[in-house]
């Protein structure tokens, strides 16, 4: 029986969930349905989802159809925690996207589908709630086919709508034949002689929905049941079965970690290649680009440059084969852990197994050190973002009896379920904050903080994450052995710009050989340790790091005696001394700090314009583009995100109630309005000198 790993994914509130339950009542796995208003579905398992109604968690279920067995996962579909979608998307094998019938294409909906076609995703579309009041099947086909602008194949039509008694009629139309030919020569010469047969226009269906060149549509209900089994007969022809060789050497994804009851971490896996077997001992962890040096490095060709190794490396001559060299990415340390436990998804439920195959997704202990995104066995793709970072931030407030340190070691432990979280802690002023992507998100975390372990907190109020970019180029060095430098080490650096989304990029200019292995990875790993905090105190996500000069006292001792540290370089050295150099360099570089900008859709009646274009001015929204629909005008712009939540509070008053605003980030911009924005520092400070080495010192006491 072949696999299918089917993502469920949506806006908030369009029926994902009772979808779910829908499927798993069809296909035999459960005999009630569960409902998310009572709090008994079989993928909302946490308390808080339950009494919130909504998905928080990703979930995996299982059931059986004729010649497929389905791993189905549910979503969540409220923007703040699009961070569990984009895990899933790297282990689909196809997905429906559900749109509701009555209140459209929602902007969650726009950001999903751009997503899904960016990734190749086969992808069904299910207008749910065609049985609800309000429901019209063609105006939403008409908004889809216009604001998703993808190629849609309508599988039938809804009879009815609005009403208990809707129901759906299945039948390709003839706009079907017309779309299928934009992606086949041979189908639209056939279809412009006269008719194609429906045997071929089928057959072409399902080729071009496995390639996602075309995304059949689907209407229903999951409450009654409408156009359901219709859906089920659509997932098992027109969606693609898993791949992978059972037989080939292991490859595999960890996309969520949870804490099983005695606090032992519980990975969820998809497995890609190979056989997973309890008791195996595998390799695991990020997966890692690894640069000219560091592979050159590890493959023996600069052996015994540690007996050799000069006080200062020479800088690399214009066109040498070492000013060529890059230091790829560091990525994550690799380690083994011996699998004690394996289960697979069948029949709504997990049931242990000695081994799963190629195609599974797992539920796997024993691994203590794993993280979500990490590789097993074999590293595949690395792990990618797919959506926007997050772009608040809030300081968390212990409560009375709240221990700090407990509330650390919480945060840190949800970080671990949920990497984008982001715990920051700042030592000098005994202050934890996460970053965030919305309010909704901030509650989830304050309940589950005091549900699940017992910590009652507060949040300050939210603030916009910012970023810095350097303005221009800026070099620094400091010499071993010579003022102001106390550290036995020589450093330069030289700091450039890089496109947004480039990423910090860390290249040698010196040879290769004139310097221990150790050194090179402990000045790269700072360096990027040290960019999180700009000179503003932001992160510095996008630049390109070159280390010009090098150099170190190799290891002395004296007779009878052991290695005397205090003549001889160490990694502390160079650790110690790289964030002044580069402070120094960025200085001379210059940053700017950049806040995030969300772009906008707004609706609103046109008689409102007069009163809302000089609100939106105020908030600094810039109106791109306008254009009407009927008796409304819609604007397209950007707003900086910090004024979004102001705009949607104000948006009511200003338009009667019938403004319809969708906002989602789409880029940083430099900050034009008001003071540059600065946020307090979390480390020992190697802007201030003087600073930096007395907190060294006192680190070191």
């Known amino acids: 029986m072949h696999l299918l790993n089917l993502g469920i994914l949506a806006h908030v509130d369009a029926g994902k969930t009772s979808l779910t339950e829908r499927l798993l009542h069809t296909a035999g796995v459960i005999d009630e349905i569960g409902s998310v208003d009572d709090g008994n579905t079989r993928t909302d398992t946490l308390a808080l989802e339950r009494r919130r109604g909504i998905t928080i968690k990703s979930a995996v279920v299982s059931f059986p159809l004729d010649g497929v067995t389905v791993n189905l996962i549910d979503t969540p579909g409220h923007p703040d925690f699009i961070a569990e979608v984009e895990r899933v998307l790297g282990i689909l094998d196809g997905a429906v996207l559900v749109v509701s019938a009555v209140e459209g294409v929602q902007a969650q909906t726009r950001v999903l589908m751009r997503t899904l076609r960016r990734l190749g995703i086969p992808t069904l579309i299910f207008v749910n709630k065609i049985d609800r009041r309000g429901a019209n099947g063609s105006a939403v086909l008409e908004q889809m086919t216009r ?71 689907y209407f229903g209900s999951a409450v009654t ?221 304050q309940a589950t903080l005091a549900e699940e372990y017992g910590l009652d907190v507060a949040f300050r109020e939210t603030t916009t994450l910012c970023v810095e970019r350097p303005a221009g180029t800026g070099h620094a060095v400091e010499f071993n052995r010579k003022d102001p430098n106390p550290f036995l080490a020589t450093v330069g650096l030289r700091v450039e710009p890089a496109p947004p989304g480039a990423g910090v990029t860390f290249r040698l200019e010196v040879e290769l050989g004139s310097m221990p292995y150790a050194f090179f990875k402990a000045v790269e790993d700072t360096v990027r340790e040290t960019l ?111 004024r979004v939540h102001e705009l949607e509070q104000r948006l009511p008053g200003l338009t009667r109630g019938e403004g319809e605003l969708e906002t989602a980030f789409d880029h940083y911009a430099p900050v034009t309005r008001g003071a540059v924005p600065e946020r ?3 480390d020992h400070n190697p802007l201030n000198r003087k600073e930096y080495l007395l907190n060294l010192t006192h680190r070191t006491d």
């Open 147 to 217: 604001r998703l602008g993808v190629p849609l194949v309508p599988m039938g039509g809804p009879v009815s709508p609005g009403t208990r008694a809707a129901r759906f009629e299945p039948g390709l139309g003839p706009a079907a034949a017309e779309v299928l030919a934009g992606h086949d020569d041979d189908l639209l010469a056939a279809y412009l002689d006269g008719g194609v047969p429906g045997s071929r226009l089928y057959a072409a269906l399902v080729a071009q929905a496995r390639r996602s060149l075309v995304h059949p549509v």
């Open 225 to 445: 049941g409408a156009g359901v089994p219709e859906l089920v007969t659509g997932i098992e022809r027109l969606l693609p079965a898993a791949g992978g060789d059972p037989a080939g050497p292991l490859s595999a994804t960890v996309f969520k970690v949870e804490r099983g009851p005695a606090g032992e971490k519980v990975a969820y896996a998809r497995i890609f290649s190979g056989t997973l077997r309890v008791r195996d001992r595998i390799p695991f962890g990020g997966v890692r680009e690894r640069g000219d040096f560091a592979g050159a490095w590890e493959e023996g060709d600069f052996a015994g440059a540690w007996e050799e190794g000069g006080a200062v490396g020479r800088r690399a001559g214009a066109g040498r084969a070492a000013g060529s060299r890059t230091a790829g990415r560091t990525g994550e340390g690799r380690q083994e852990g011996r699998v004690t436990a394996l289960s697979v998804f069948e029949r709504a439920g997990d049931i242990p197994r000695h081994s799963a195959g190629a195609g599974r997704i797992v539920k796997i202990r024993g691994l203590g050190g794993i993280r979500i995104g990490d590789a097993l066995g074999t590293p595949g793709r690395a792990y990618e973002h797919h959506f926007a970072p997050p772009t608040l931030e809030s300081v968390v407030v212990p409560g009375p009896g709240a221990d700090r340190r407990s509330l650390h070691l919480a945060l840190t432990q949800l970080a671990e379920q949920d990497p984008l979280i982001g715990v920051r802690h700042d030592e000098l002023r005994g202050e934890t904050s996460v970053s965030l992507y919305g309010e909704v998100q901030k509650e989830v975390v």
């Open 532 to 642: 999180g905090q700009g000179l503003h105190g932001w992160r510095i996500p996008d630049c390109t790091v070159t280390m010009t000069h090098c150099g170190y006292s190799p290891r002395q001792s004296h007779a009878h005696q052991g290695f005397d540290k205090s003549m001889s370089s160490t990694g502390y050295d160079f650790r110690a001394l790289t964030p002044l150099v580069l402070a120094e360099a960025l200085r001379r570089a210059g940053t700017v700090v950049h806040e995030p900008v969300h772009s906008f859709r707004l609706e609103a009646p046109a008689d409102s314009l007069g009163t809302l274009l000089p609100v939106l001015a105020r908030l600094g929204a810039v109106p791109e583009r306008t254009a009407a629909a009927g008796a409304a005008a819609v604007l397209e712009g950007t707003v900086p995100a910090a």
């Open 680 to 682: 307090p520092r979390t």
